[in-house]
């Protein structure tokens, strides 16, 4: 097996609040292989984009510390690199476009500008040399009038037209791996559509630019992802190749999630839907952080209070964090039943 | 679409025109092109689901139909009444049958406001019972939205969005009301929460027997939750049909256009169609079609003759020359 492109292992990120440490990240493991694009789903607080921060460093200490881990790059850890050295990292081997790009676009300056700065701050050109490029970006990502928008300023576009400037910013480098957190869920469906297509378009021209795809969208997932990690208070809970995930999700979490997607018919029925709510991550469960809301325990445990069961079977839940363990060539779960109930669980 | 038995609301000919000025020096005074010519019925007991993109105006639809905001023109038929011009105490006891259920559920709850006085303030409006009684019967109200009693005398703060949102849903059918407008009341939810949600809404509907007004921009959730579908671009309605039909054969290219858009998981395989350009901005809406500028189907006539919403194939309404 070639090294993969990232290799994130065992990430530990924790804030200082006013209510104490916050643990964010519980050790986090994935990996991206040049070229592959990676989809990271999970619902909101769930450490996504906390992630994909520590990837690039750009989490403010304090109140952010991360207590562990290590972030693989091109044969270096990012999380020992000086300051200095990870600026060449940033935008040039790797980028990141944001949800809001009118929040992460700079409002006094032109979108030309912008995007230029890109060559100038990496000095690999000067000047005028810098503006063509970036002229040449703009009409790549199907910019419309790309002239009259390099000397106009973010406010005076539309959110469609703001998130591809910040896809020309953030491939202008031919980057290796490219992050894009949330990219097209702050727009309209038939925009959304535009902006994943252009993405799809840049994929194919430059065949070895890895995404790490950051949504909450399990159907942009399906279409745009060749694997899925599922994240959960803070842990990768479950990865797979797409297909494999969609056709035989091991995690409880990831069998709820699926189920519970409305649209997959027209109405009648109720929705199977995961009872409770993410808890606080003030207060994170021990053991399996998914246990009260689990089927799996819930179902143990009531048999347990019922006397159907000598022994509570699966109180191994509540104590104990499930490892990441490998089901099948490439699909990972982290679930302690199924681990006991699955031939190969474990394996 | 004639307003026969069963229909609850009637929206005719709907017109509803915000002027704002082109800056804040400016003395020219623009129009947002809200609502332009909008006719809508929801029979009783049933779902129209209400989907476009952001500025297409079903918000203001939505509260155009409960008369929150005045119409321009056109008429607002509710239970047979025209209400279109009520006011006064004839308007507030109609309000008693109509409700709505807010998308945020952090802006929409009084934070200085106990649930118990929220979910009752309805009752204490109408004059609906003394304080110890309603308090009795928010508490019950409260377990039937899956909320425990204990709920009743703390703040909003104390809850989680979902928890908000079943509070908003216990406030808007504590008058037991006859039409439910919903303007996205599950967007600002998680997906694991979002099915609760809709659970929730579904089984109060078949309890109360209330229709349903749903406004969303997510396809999927329209599917889900309508019987008939309502697809409106920029002011205008493109498409009306019975939901099956509609995501098994969208007619308007704009429907179309939409239901490429968005990945469904399961169902029929989508159309690779990827509009071209940006929505026009309500402000100056193009003429003719409103859809002429992005449409894939458009030819000479659709930039000069707005189409009317016709019966095309029985029981479905476009709007469009060549469908």
């Given amino acids: 097996m070639t090294e993969p492109l990232l290799a994130v292992s065992g990430l530990k990120v924790a804030f200082r609040t006013e209510r104490g440490m916050v643990r964010a990240l519980f050790g986090v493991s994935f990996s991206v292989d040049a070229g592959e694009t990676l989809g990271l789903v999970g619902e909101s607080g769930c450490g996504k984009t906390v992630t994909a921060l520590s990837v690039l460093r750009l989490l403010s200490s304090p109140p952010a510390v991360v207590e562990g881990g290590r972030v693989g790059f091109g044969g270096k850890d990012l999380l020992a690199l000086s300051e200095e050295e990870m600026c060449a990292v940033r935008g040039k081997e790797i980028s990141m476009i944001f949800q809001e790009p009118m929040t992460s676009l700079n409002p006094v300056l032109t979108i030309g500008e912008q995007v230029a700065e890109v060559y100038t701050a990496h000095r690999t050109c000067g000047k005028e040399e810098a503006a063509a490029r970036a002229r040449e970006w703009l009409r790549r990502v199907k910019m419309p009038d790309p002239e009259r928008r390099m000397r106009e300023y973010p406010h005076q576009m539309s959110g469609g037209m703001r998130q591809r400037a910040m896809i020309a910013m953030a491939i202008a480098l031919e980057p290796a791996l490219l992050i894009a957190d949330e990219p097209s869920t702050a727009l309209d469906v038939t925009i959304q559509a535009q902006i994943l297509a252009l993405l799809e378009e840049m994929r194919e021209q430059k065949r070895k630019m890895a995404i790490l795809l950051i949504t909450h969208d399990l159907g942009v997932v399906h279409e745009f992802a060749d694997r899925v990690a599922i994240m959960y208070l803070g842990r990768i809970v479950e990865v797979a190749r797409t297909p494999d995930l969609f056709a035989d999700p091991i995690h409880p979490y990831t069998q709820g999630l699926l189920r519970s997607l409305p649209g997959k018919s027209v109405g009648g029925k109720r929705l199977p839907s995961i009872p409770g709510t993410v808890p606080d991550l003030h207060s994170i469960p021990t053991g399996c952080p998914f246990a009260d809301r689990c089927p799996f325990r819930q179902g143990a445990l009531e048999r347990f209070r019922a006397g159907e069961t000598a022994q509570d079977e699966l109180s191994v839940c509540d104590r104990v964090d499930p490892p990441l363990e490998e089901y099948a060539p490439g699909h990972f779960a982290a679930c302690h039943y199924q681990k006991a109930k699955r031939p190969g669980g474990g394996g | ?323």
């Fill in chain 2, 1 to 323: 679409m004639n307003g026969g038995n069963g229909t609850l609301l009637s929206l005719e000919n709907l017109y509803k025109h915000f002027p704002v000025r082109r800056s804040f020096f400016s003395r020219e005074i623009l129009k947002v092109h809200a609502i332009d010519g909008v006719s809508l019925d929801v029979p009783e007991g049933k779902t129209v689901g209400l989907v476009g993109e952001s500025g297409c105006g079903k918000t203001t639809l939505g509260r155009v139909a409960l008369r929150l905001v005045s119409p321009d023109s056109g008429r607002i038929r509710f239970e047979g009444k025209d209400i279109t011009r009520l006011s006064g105490e004839e308007l507030r006891r109609t309000r008693r049958r109509m409700q709505i259920i807010f998308q945020d559920p952090y802006s929409s709850l009084n934070p200085r406001m106990r649930v118990s006085d929220i979910v009752g303030e309805g009752w204490l409006v109408h004059g609906m019972g003394g304080r110890r009684e309603i308090r009795e019967k928010a508490a019950r109200l409260l377990l039937r939205v899956g909320l425990s009693a204990d709920a009743a005398d703390k703040y909003p703060h104390e809850f989680s969005g979902g928890q908000r949102q079943r509070i908003g849903i216990a406030r808007a059918i504590a008058l037991s009301p006859k039409l439910v407008v919903a303007d996205e009341p599950v967007s600002a939810l998680d997906v694991s929460v979002q099915a609760q949600i809709l659970n929730l809404l579904k089984d109060l509907q078949e309890e109360y027997g209330m229709a349903y007004l749903f406004v969303s921009h997510d396809l999927r959730v329209i599917r889900h939750m309508s019987d008939t579908v309502a697809v409106m671009y920029l002011g205008k309605l493109m498409e009306v049909s019975p939901a099956e039909e509609l995501f098994r054969g969208p007619l308007h290219p704009y429907t179309r256009s939409l239901l490429a858009a968005v990945p469904m998981l399961g169902g029929a395989p989508r159309e690779k169609i990827v509009l071209r350009g940006e929505i026009p901005s309500p402000l100056a809406p193009p003429p003719g079609c409103r859809f002429h500028t992005r449409c894939f189907m458009a030819q000479k006539v659709c930039e000069e003759v707005c189409p009317l919403l016709r019966e095309s194939v029985p029981g479905r309404f476009t709007a469009c020359h060549f469908v």
